[in-house]
């Protein structure tokens, strides 16, 4: 591939992707068009770097980044490792800091202990389903939910939740708490394996730019 390949990054839409242009644009890499939240366009260009940037759902970042459709891509290590997709790690962004936990009222405590064969909601059933069956070895019921998980608890869908836990606010309001945390999250930067070959001079320079303007150079 010459020097004249466009570099195509896919964005998780909302909270993270803001904190992501933000972070490019102190590496001078990032593309003024986007900013324009009234617009209605979906690609994005950096004429200057040859870059090209749009915006998905979460979830498909990793799809958009395994098929090639994307080069590079930036979502939550929660849908990263959700989606499992075969693509490379290469960076933590550092921000969009949280954490992935069991979460349950406070009787649902000893269930978990005794390994009881309870019932687990979650928006990311592959999480749980790896916890509890590989890393606890405790058979389950994962129920999926598409969102405000926490109210599995509170009408009776299921004893415990795995969700994101950032203040630990919506738990506390609802009268859950944390059981057990299963592992840290944060925005990652994602990489197609073809293109990391194909590309790695373009892709380091990248990183290291990035790197950079994460150390406030
Ligand atoms: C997320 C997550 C928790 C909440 C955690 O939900 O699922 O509900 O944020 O944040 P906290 O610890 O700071 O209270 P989100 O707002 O993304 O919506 P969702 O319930 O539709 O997934």
Redesign the pocket.
Known sequence: MGENRYLTFALAKGRLADKTLELFEKANISCGEMRDKKSRKLIFVNEDWKLKFFLAKGPDVPTYVEYGAADIGVAGRDIILEENRNVYEVLDLGFGK?RMCVCGPERTADMLLHHERIRVAS?YPNIAKDFFYNKKHQTVDIIKL?????LGPLVGLSEVIV??????????ENGLRVLEEICPLSARMIINPVSMQMEKGRIQELVRLIRGAQAGK
Not at 146 to 150: A, K, L, P, T
Not at 163 to 172: K, M, N, R
């Open positions: 949280c928006k598409n969102g405000s998980v926490e969700d994101i836990v950032e203040t630990g606010s919506t738990l506390h």
